[in-house]
């Protein structure tokens, strides 16, 4: 069953910048690799200054990406960012039925 994604992921902010972004590259080959589809393109929010520090950090750079994947698809790529060192956070959800619909992601059961 197809299903739509939201995932964020805040990458160090002590990394330079082209390398953080390097990281929305690998989000959507591993998402495609998975037989998944982006829907538009990741959205970059930037460098962001957290509200108490996190693993002594005090900033990181944010980044969002709509998908639609089959059910337990992107296991591989959650594994991934838990291990990667330069991720601070991710977070992964599923979109109610309806609020993908709303964004226009197409889900077929």
């Known amino acids: 069953m197809t299903r739509a ?10 990394v330079d910048e082209p390398k953080a ?9 591993e998402i495609d690799k998975a037989g998944g ?6 959205d970059w929010w930037g460098k962001r200054a957290f509200a108490y520090p996190i693993n002594k950090r005090e ?3 944010y980044f969002v990406v709509e998908c639609v994947a089959d059910g337990g698809a992107l296991d591989e790529l959650e594994r991934q960012l838990r291990l990667a060192d330069e991720v601070v956070r ?16 197409a889900v077929t059961a």
């Open 59 to 61: 900033a990181g750079f």
């Open 37 to 42: 589809v982006l829907h538009g393109k990741p």
């Open 21 to 29: 972004q390097a990281f929305t590259k690998m989000v959507s080959d």
């Open 90 to 105: 991710h977070k992964l959800i599923r979109l109610p039925d309806a609020e993908a619909a709303r964004r226009g992601m």
């Open 5 to 14: 994604y939201e995932l964020m992921v805040i990458i160090d902010g002590d």
